[in-house]
């Protein structure tokens, strides 16, 4: 499993940023996906999750209505459209695929067996 996340940057407030993770390895509907971020000092949180099956999605709420995760399964591909973004989301992000999901919502990578991407850094000036 290999997860090539790409796509952060520096931004203004209220701009936007796309995250891409390139999966390899690993067909997407048979994983669950999903996206976390940490900034130093501060516990890793779960930013989205995505079920491959059927495109359903589960944000943080403090991102909702503002991020969008997505896939696109011909380029084995999930993104993360992230739009007004806050300094609050300066983070790095992390994407993450496990083949056990949790069972509730719409499942989330179980942590104890999830593959993490090398993260890709997110900088939002005010």
């Known amino acids: 499993v290999q997860l090539q996340a790409s796509g952060g940057g520096l931004v203004q407030t209220g701009g936007s940023l796309r995250l891409s993770c390139a999966a390899s390895g690993f067909a997407l509907e048979d994983y669950a996906m999903g996206w976390f971020r940490q900034t130093p000092g501060k516990e890793r949180e779960k930013v989205s999750c995505?079920?491959?099956?059927?495109?359903?999605?589960d944000y943080t709420e403090s991102v909702k209505g503002r991020f969008t995760m997505s896939r696109d399964g011909s380029k084995n591909t999930v993104y993360l459209q992230m739009n007004n973004l806050e300094p609050e989301d300066t983070a790095v992000y992390y994407c993450?695929?496990?083949?056990?999901?949790?069972?509730?919502?719409?499942?989330?990578?179980?942590?104890?067996?999830?593959?993490w991407g090398q993260g890709t850094l997110v900088t939002v000036s005010s």
């Open positions: 995505l079920r491959t099956s059927d495109g359903a999605t």
């Open positions: 993450v695929a496990s083949p056990v999901r949790l069972d509730y919502g719409v499942g989330c990578p179980a942590p104890g067996f999830a593959s």
